[in-house]
């Protein structure tokens, strides 16, 4: 009972910081709106130049198809040789296309032109999947036109996409963005319980009560954890109602998961607010981890893309693995037959975290 009214103080703490009540119950829904829409990998209206050297009939199809394809801006078409390379260079255009006739077959009206395709790599993600999209269109229209010249093609690929078959990226960074507004909120918030007691001067009366250390722990993490669980409510239903993104899976073995990886957050927020000093310490330290733990999870880039040296320190990190499981969840309806794996291991984490910081805990309470 007594640990009721600790949390109830925390609570109260909390609804008087109108700060954080806004950082808890307005921010979510805006920041996912707003990385919903800005964090993507798909592109489109991608600024291009055309020089059309040729003057066959295959060439004047292929722009005609470039220009209406939505993930390029075709700048202009140019009909001559032109000082392209130094509108690539600065920054004009991000891809040039350079359609000629193929040497000896000029004025040939129906052979296919020499293609030749100038990326701007700066950008190197946005590089590669312009040149993928730009083989593409040239590829269907080669096929379409031998089909339609009645040459068989002996082979082809019948593509089906699984899971998000419209490819579109909200749906595979939307419920990754939820588990990264849960790790930062938890993370933030119990980093700075403790001291901001301690800078209150309230946290001797706190210590001298007859509160055992375990409730005081308990009474510090679980309103947190329960304004979190609030945060991530809203955002899944953000991502549900707003992007339409589904959610195929139960939500008791997500509320399971998020249970386990909560008690994760919680317990290394408080050790953090236990070895610091001052509220910026703790902030300091709070966002060097959140940042860690976002880079390591797997959230932007593919976590087979990271050294295996380094690959061995992800399965470390508890967000690597809730990432996984709310992705299992949201875009496969898979269950805890299909990501058990990933949840002992993230019980395990949560184990050993929430064990180290009691210690801590309690070494801190005695002192």
Same mark, same amino acid.
């Given at each position: 009972m007594r640990i009721l009214y600790l949390m109830k103080k925390e609570l109260i703490e909390v609804w008087r910081q109108k700060q954080i009540l806004v950082l808890i119950l307005i921010m979510p829904a805006i920041q996912v709106v707003l990385l919903g829409? !800005?964090?993507?990998?798909? *592109?489109?209206? !991608? @600024?291009v130049e055309i020089v059309n050297l040729s003057s066959g009939h295959p060439a004047a199809m292929i722009v005609n198809r470039v220009r209406a394809t939505p993930q390029f801006h075709v700048r202009r078409v140019l009909i001559h040789p032109d000082n392209y390379l130094e509108r690539l260079r600065q920054g004009d255009v991000k891809a040039i296309l350079l359609?000629?006739?193929? +040497?000896?077959? =000029? $004025?040939?009206?129906?052979?296919?032109?020499?293609?030749?395709?100038?990326?701007? /790599?700066? &950008?190197?993600?946005?590089?590669?999947?312009?040149? $993928?999209?730009?083989?593409? *269109?040239?590829?269907?229209?080669?096929?379409?036109?031998?089909?339609?010249? /009645?040459? #068989?093609? @002996?082979?082809?690929?019948?593509?089906?996409?699984? %899971?998000?078959? &419209?490819?579109? =990226? *909200?749906?595979?960074?939307?419920? $990754?963005?939820? #588990?990264?507004?849960?790790?930062? +909120?938890?993370?933030?918030?119990t980093s700075i =319980?403790?001291?901001?007691?301690?800078?209150?001067?309230?946290? &001797? =009366?706190?210590l001298i009560s007859p509160l055992h250390p375990l409730e005081i722990y308990l009474g510090k993490a679980l309103p947190i954890g329960l304004l979190a669980m609030v945060s991530m409510a809203i955002g899944i239903s953000v991502m549900v109602f707003w992007f339409d993104v589904p959610m195929r899976g139960n939500l008791l073995d997500l509320m399971l998961a998020v249970l386990v990886y909560e008690t994760a957050l919680m317990a290394y927020g408080l050790l953090i607010s236990t070895v610091t000093s001052t509220q910026q310490e703790a902030m300091f330290f709070a966002w060097f981890s959140m940042i860690t733990f976002l880079l390591l999870s797997g959230f932007m880039t593919p976590v087979e893309n990271i050294p295996p040296a380094i690959r061995l320190i992800t399965h470390l990190n508890p967000t690597f693995y809730m990432m996984i499981i709310i992705r299992e969840i949201?875009?496969?309806?898979? $269950?805890?037959? %299909?990501?058990?794996?990933?949840?002992?291991s993230l019980s395990a984490i949560t184990v050993v975290m929430t064990s180290v910081s009691l210690m801590n805990f309690r070494r801190f309470v005695s002192k």
């Open positions: 829409y !800005v964090l993507t990998t798909e *592109i489109r209206n !991608v @600024p359609l000629r006739d193929p +040497l000896g077959k =000029s $004025g040939n009206l129906l052979s296919y032109p020499e293609v030749q395709i100038l990326m701007d /790599g700066i &950008d190197s993600n946005t590089a590669l999947i312009a040149a $993928g999209y730009f083989n593409g *269109i040239l590829q269907n229209y080669v096929l379409s036109d031998l089909s339609r010249r /009645g040459s #068989a093609i @002996p082979i082809s690929a019948h593509i089906l996409i699984r %899971f998000n078959p &419209d490819l579109r =990226s *909200i749906r595979y960074m939307g419920p $990754g963005m939820v #588990a990264i507004l849960l790790t930062t +909120l938890t993370i933030f918030l =319980s403790l001291v901001r007691e301690r800078e209150q001067q309230t946290l &001797d =009366s706190l949201f875009l496969k309806g898979n $269950g805890l037959a %299909f990501f058990w794996k990933e949840l002992l």
